[in-house]
T-cell receptor
Framework: SQKIEQNSEALNIQEGKTATLTCNYTNYSPAYLQWYRQDPGRGPVFLLLIRENEKEKRKERLKVTFDTTLKQSLFHITASQPADSATYLC????????????FGAGTILRVKS | NAGVMQNPRHLVRRRGQEARLRCSPM?????VYWYRQLPEEGLKFMVYLQKENIIDESGMPKERFSAEFPKEGPSILRIQQVVRGDSAAYFC?????????????FGQGTRLTVV
């Protein structure tokens, strides 16, 4: 069956460190993979999109990698800040019908000062 | 350009009543997704619509739930004869293109409480 798996346990890190979040998928062959941030009580906000032919994408303190052989994406936040505390979701295309966008369950990140 | 607008933000319904959730996508966006989220859980895909067409409704319960995205006006998610288990946050997202090739813009959600 198809799965998108993200760390179910919260990630607690110290301010200034690099946070690394993992997204693994099974039985998908996505051409695109996305990462979103969700704060409590709010809708998700888009962060980064990476294509299958891109190994790495950067935006300010954010970096995403996409390994189609391992079927894995890593999401890094460097020099983390308490304001980065949120739930981070990965999303990709479910390809059965018309490319719907499906999400992992998300990983909670807590950055402590 | 206003973002994705969902209303109402909060909706309380008694068991057996109907719930109508509205989503106005961003201007120029013809792709709309509906998701359901329970506390401490991820976004569960419900339905994907393109103007006047249901593209994929594989995540939507076969009974009581329906969705539409008419040529004019907002997308509507309708839940008939609500039960307590329907209590959740319902999010709508819109996109100018299909799938994951471009970002999706989310509304703030409608929190449905069934009493």
């Amino acid at each position: 069956s198809q799965k998108i798996e993200q760390n179910s346990e919260a990630l607690n890190i110290q301010e200034g460190k690099t946070a690394t979040l993992t997204c693994n998928y099974t039985n998908y062959s996505p051409a695109y993979l996305q990462w979103y941030r969700q704060d409590p009580g709010r809708g998700p906000v888009f962060l980064l999109l990476i294509r299958e032919n891109e190994k790495e994408k950067r935006k300010e303190r954010l970096k995403v990698t996409f390994d189609t052989t391992l079927k894995q994406s890593l999401f890094h936040i460097t020099a983390s800040q308490p304001a980065d505390s949120a739930t981070y979701l990965c999303a990709l295309e479910g390809t059965e019908y018309g490319n719907k966008l499906v999400f992992g369950a998300g990983t909670i990140l807590r950055v402590k000062s | 350009n206003a973002g994705v607008m969902q209303n109402p933000r909060h909706l309380v319904r008694r068991r057996g009543q109907e719930a109508r959730l509205r989503c106005s996508p961003m201007k120029g966006h013809s792709h709309v997704y509906w998701y359901r989220q329970l506390p401490e859980e991820g976004l569960k895909f419900m339905v994907y619509l393109q103007k006047e067409n249901i593209i994929d409704e594989s995540g939507m319960p076969k009974e009581r739930f329906s969705a539409e995205f008419p040529k004019e006006g907002p997308s509507i998610l309708r839940i008939q004869q609500v039960v307590r288990g329907d209590s959740a946050a319902y999010f709508c997202a819109s996109s100018p293109r299909r799938g994951a090739r471009t970002e999706a813009f989310f509304g703030q959600g409608t929190r449905l409480t069934v009493v």
